[in-house]
């Protein structure tokens, strides 16, 4: 839905906490800009490295000289035993759930063995390569590319196809295998609790020929890791298909710091030791998003088409902007990891059921939103507004969309009332009306409601249904504040140095 600017300043439209939500856009690793050749897939005309791939390639190759004498192999993390107790057994016992999380903080990145099954990532590899030869097919049809491909660096020979929730049980049965039991989705749980978001579904294809990536991190530094994604591998990876290396312990302020001296960068790379992720199927990468680096060289004469199947998820307590747009579908709805877990316990081997196709039980739920809507349920009724203003299991309508808020507001609901005010500014489903609008956002911010003290706040801001009053703005627009509204607190901040530029 598009929203206005006031301003400085945008009105929200304010939600109820079920299912029935508008998505929030998500954002990924490289901007877009101008046209790009790929050997050996479509013409995307996108990509952020296009006017500086060879520049790019040669870095690459570059930094590999750097860092080849002080490179290693990705190992599972050991436990630590006494010089009287080193054993074999030790050594070749799977990590636990607190080794692998420790190593994970400690080193930026895990190696975790066997996370999928042999056949479940044989399932995958088929239906990621079958789903990107009819992505390039639908691309040279006239298709977006954007449909089915993000952005990657270094695109030649190379792509990052998104993945499907709804629809894939070969998706749904790998998730599933990664996310309800074993190491990796405790060492997730434990990492970031299961309120973590889905941030990235998606895989990485490299044919013979794709170029050495730069190092980078997907991520600039921030106090806590913004992203934790996991790279599987979906078939035995060899060195020369191109595996990723990595650069352990470098998801430090001091590490981002050494490294963004493009002075200093080479010296780093070339006595810091790299680690190289020689995979087999099943396999997987575990790695903060801080942590530097970069997709290999697959051989032009010696490779084979290397594809691994990722996910990620974003950081509850991680506050500060991401930088990046995240690898997904834009039909997937928000979801955490909790969701996640219990759409894919339902999952069944003997069933076509499909637990992320939502249609059907949305429209149950319609149904179940109209019984007691028209026995005057409040609840109902605005939640039936809501249904029928983001079209979730009915038709689009905005004007039946004001026809329930109105019967909900009228009652006394804030949420509703801020929702009509909302409508009454837009013009959506009911004749353009500010003053309106203004008055059922002062009854709705009279009951402490956060969205409709910041849009009556902008409001006053702006003169728009009322007249100008930037104390009133500046009082408002700290009540939501407060409230940790978000918005309020940059437009509280620009209202009160728009009050002192005045008064001097």
Not at 102 to 108: V, W
Not at 334 to 342: A, V
């Amino acid at each position: 839905m598009a929203r206005p600017r006031w301003k400085k300043y945008a009105l929200v439209m304010a939600h109820t906490v079920t299912a029935l939500q508008v998505p929030h856009g998500v954002t990924r690793k490289m901007a877009s800009s101008s046209h790009l050749l790929l050997s050996t897939t479509p013409n995307f005309s996108a990509g952020f490295d296009s006017h500086q791939m060879d520049a790019l390639v040669l870095r690459g190759e570059l930094e590999a000289s750097l860092m080849l004498a002080s490179q290693g192999l990705l190992e599972e993390s050991k436990k630590k035993s006494s010089k009287k107790n080193k054993t074999t057994s030790v050594k070749s016992k799977a990590p636990s759930v607190a080794q692998a999380t420790r190593t994970l903080k400690q080193d930026g990145v895990v190696r975790l063995n066997g996370v999928l099954s042999a056949s479940t990532a044989a399932t995958m590899r088929k239906e990621i390569l079958e789903r990107r030869a009819a992505a390039f097919s639908a691309i040279d049809g006239g298709d977006d590319w954007r449909q089915y491909f993000a952005d990657v660096l270094l695109k030649s020979n190379r792509c990052d196809l998104l993945l499907p929730l709804k629809g894939s049980r070969a998706v749904q049965t790998a998730l599933r295998e990664l996310l309800l039991q074993g190491t990796l989705a405790n060492v997730l749980l434990s990492t970031l609790g299961d309120d973590a978001t889905l941030y990235e579904l998606a895989a990485i294809v490299s044919e013979p020929g794709s170029p050495r990536q730069p190092v980078h991190p997907d991520n600039p530094y921030q106090e806590h890791p913004p992203l934790i994604t996991c790279f599987v591998a979906l078939q035995d990876i060899a060195s020369s298909m191109g595996p990723t290396t990595f650069l352990p312990k470098t998801n430090t302020a001091a590490a981002h710091a050494e490294f963004d001296t493009v002075f200093q960068r080479d010296a780093m790379l070339q006595k810091r030791p790299s680690v190289v992720a020689l995979l087999n199927a099943g396999d997987a990468s575990l790695f903060d998003s801080r942590t530097m680096h970069c997709g290999g060289a697959n051989n032009i004469h010696e490779g084979a088409t290397r594809a691994l199947f990722y996910v990620s998820f974003r950081n509850p307590r991680a506050t500060q902007s991401i930088g990046n747009i995240g690898s997904k579908l834009s039909d997937i709805k928000p979801i955490t990891l909790r969701e996640l877990r219990t759409k894919l316990a339902k999952l069944s081997d003997d069933t076509v059921f499909d637990p992320f196709d939502e249609e059907q039980e949305e429209a149950n739920t319609v149904r179940e939103y109209i019984l007691t809507a028209e026995q005057g349920n409040a609840d109902s009724q605005f939640n039936l507004g809501l249904c029928y203003k983001l079209g979730r299991g009915v038709e689009k309508n905005d004007a039946e969309a004001v026809r329930w808020f109105r019967l909900a507001a009228e009652r006394g609901g804030a949420l509703a009332q801020c929702n009509l005010g909302f409508g009454y500014y837009l013009g959506e489903g009911v004749e353009k009306n500010e003053i309106e609008a203004v008055r059922w956002f002062g009854l709705a911010a009279a009951q402490g409601l956060a969205h409709a003290q910041h849009n009556l706040g902008v409001c006053f801001s702006s003169g728009v249904g009322v007249p100008r009053d930037l104390e009133r703005a500046a009082e408002l627009l700290r009540l939501a504040a407060l409230q940790e509204h978000p918005g309020s607190i940059v437009a509280y901040d620009k209202v009160l140095e728009e009050m002192q530029s005045t008064a001097s």
